[in-house]
């Protein structure tokens, strides 16, 4: 690795009571570049901009993924990573379905490793507070034709992060627009599956809604992810969640919930989640909470459901009573060193790793 220290550390700068998520970034970033059939060497750089130009493949073509993981430090201020391992194989799998290179367990996890340990002071302590870290691979060809690219670049950027929503939120259960749809690229992290979200959230929001449940594309009888996370639904003393396809992403906030409920003894059912299942339990007072999860939010809890017109009202329910709010505790708890690890999820991040990478 080819390791080339800011000058000018902005860390002075750096208030971590008072930033803004997604806009404020650490002072390095992790490039490399893909160009005759391999990858190059892999560099810590200074973080800043980088040249392209309009007639960038990744930008007219649409060859770009992504991943979304965390790091987090402790109250004596040791770092961790969660599970980067199943982000390594996810955005390869993204990288493959979008017939772009792999990236090697090497790059990935070692560049990891790196610029969060040379960046450690960037990591806000406290509850909800971590670092936001964006790998990504992108076509970087600049050529207007419609084909494969032949130069790439993966990064890895990263952002100081702090809770997302902190109160319920209204959604809407979508009746036309899909995430998604068979032979297509939900369980890819595509960049261009998110923006193809946008224009009906924004029509969500105009009826008053935060979010939307996305439903499936042949029928928009099954509940499928919500907003940028999966979802959860619980029903009497039984959580729901649906299972993962070619059109659902393999979260793993979504996986980790899973283990966590099944530790305490709860049942849970990875089976797919009808509307209507939903909207009937909500009539006849079984429905107790509906609430998505994804790396970024960990939890949201969704206070209505949006369904024909009518704002279907969900319990309020104590943190005692939620499983969301038990299982989000147990989730963070493990991954700020708040509790034991016996899943092995937790990643200590060695001082001054670059000497070994």
């Not at 990858?39 to 200074?46: A, F, I, Q, T």
């Not at 997302?164 to 979508?174: A, L, N, R």
Request: proline fraction near 4%.
């Amino acid at each position: 690795m080819i390791i080339q220290k800011t000058e000018n550390s902005r860390i002075s700068t750096f208030d971590p009571n008072n930033f803004s998520f997604g806009n404020t970034f650490i002072d390095h970033m992790v490039i490399c570049e893909y160009e005759n059939g391999k990858w190059g060497e892999v560099k810590l750089v200074p973080y800043g901009p980088l040249a392209f130009t309009p007639a960038m493949m990744g930008v007219n073509y649409g060859q770009a993924c992504f991943e979304g993981m965390k790091a987090y430090k402790d109250k004596d201020g040791q770092v961790f990573l969660f599970r980067p391992e199943k982000n390594f194989e996810r955005i390869n799998k993204s990288a493959k379905r979008l017939a772009m290179p792999e990236v090697t367990e090497e790059m990935f996890l070692d560049g990891l490793k790196a610029l969060v340990d040379i960046d450690r002071d960037w990591i806000p302590q406290g509850e909800g507070n971590s670092l936001y870290i964006r790998p990504l691979i992108f076509a970087t060809e600049e050529a207007l034709k419609a084909r494969v690219s032949e130069k790439y670049m993966f990064a890895i950027v990263a952002t100081p992060a702090k809770s997302y929503y902190t109160e319920p939120v209204s959604v809407k259960i979508s009746d036309h627009y899909s995430r998604a749809a068979n032979g297509g690229v939900g369980s890819a992290k595509a960049a261009g599956n998110y923006a193809a979200s946008f224009y009906p959230t924004q029509l969500a929001m105009e009826e008053g809604y935060e979010q939307i449940i996305w439903t499936d594309d042949a029928t928009h009888e099954y509940f499928e992810e919500s907003g940028t996370m999966n979802v959860f639904v619980r029903i009497n003393d039984t959580i729901y969640t649906p299972p993962t396809s070619e059109k659902i992403l393999d979260g793993v906030t979504r996986d980790s919930f899973i283990q966590l409920a099944k530790k305490r003894g709860i049942e849970v059912k990875v089976e797919p989640i009808a509307v209507k299942t939903v909207v009937e339990a909500q009539k006849n007072g079984t429905l107790k909470e509906v609430w998505g999860v994804g790396t970024a939010v960990v939890t949201t809890v969704f206070q209505a459901l949006g369904f024909n017109g009518e704002k279907l009202v969900l319990p309020k329910l104590s943190d005692e009573e939620s499983y969301a709010a038990l299982l989000k505790s147990d989730l963070v708890n493990l991954q700020t060193n708040l509790s034991d690890d016996s899943f092995g999820w937790r990643v200590l991040i060695e001082k001054n790793v670059l000497e070994t990478v």
